[in-house]
């Protein structure tokens, strides 16, 4: 779980117990909008934090560089593939902007098909908030997963 310059504490405090839940690493891309000591961050994480992994980025090229060679999936709200259609596999690092700003063109315009959105009916709503697409996406992901390696099991047949 990758989360691009975050701004709101609780929003990433939410996450973290997420990725705790899931075993999923968390890694934030500075700057961030709070310190890692703020207390509505470490409130919203509850006493989850012994179990989430978690590194901070410099900059994408860190971060890249830290998760090779694993691929970057991208979510952005203007993306045109859902992310129900796109195919997850193991190892990737699914990437959310910020809160304000989502993600920036210029990471987006390199991703290629890995640019992803949650549908939703936009007529009536802007916006989810960071942690619930966070949410919904990560178990997506682990959906897939798991129907994609029940589907590559052996199947023996049944003594009848």
């Known amino acids: 779980m990758v989360l691009y310059q975050p701004e ?56 890249r560089r830290s998760v090779a060679p694993c691929r970057c999936v991208y979510f952005s709200a203007h993306a045109a593939t859902s992310l129900f259609d796109f195919h997850f596999e193991p190892g990737d690092c699914l990437v959310f902007g910020s809160e304000t700003s989502g993600l920036p063109s210029s990471l987006l315009n390199g991703a290629g098909e890995a640019v992803v959105k949650i549908p939703m009916d936009r007529s009536r709503v802007r916006s989810l908030n960071l942690a619930t697409t966070v949410g919904v996406a990560l178990f997506e992901a682990i959906r897939q997963l798991m129907v994609r390696r029940r589907s590559l099991l052996p199947r023996f047949p049944v003594d009848g």
Not at 21 to 48: C, I, M, N
């Open 8 to 63: 709101i504490p609780q929003n990433t405090g939410n996450i973290a117990r997420t990725c705790a839940a899931t075993g999923s690493p968390l890694h934030l891309v500075e700057p961030l909008g709070f310190r890692l000591e703020d207390r509505y961050l470490k409130r919203a994480g509850l006493d989850y934090w012994p179990s989430v992994t978690m590194r901070v980025h410099r900059d994408m090229e860190s971060l």
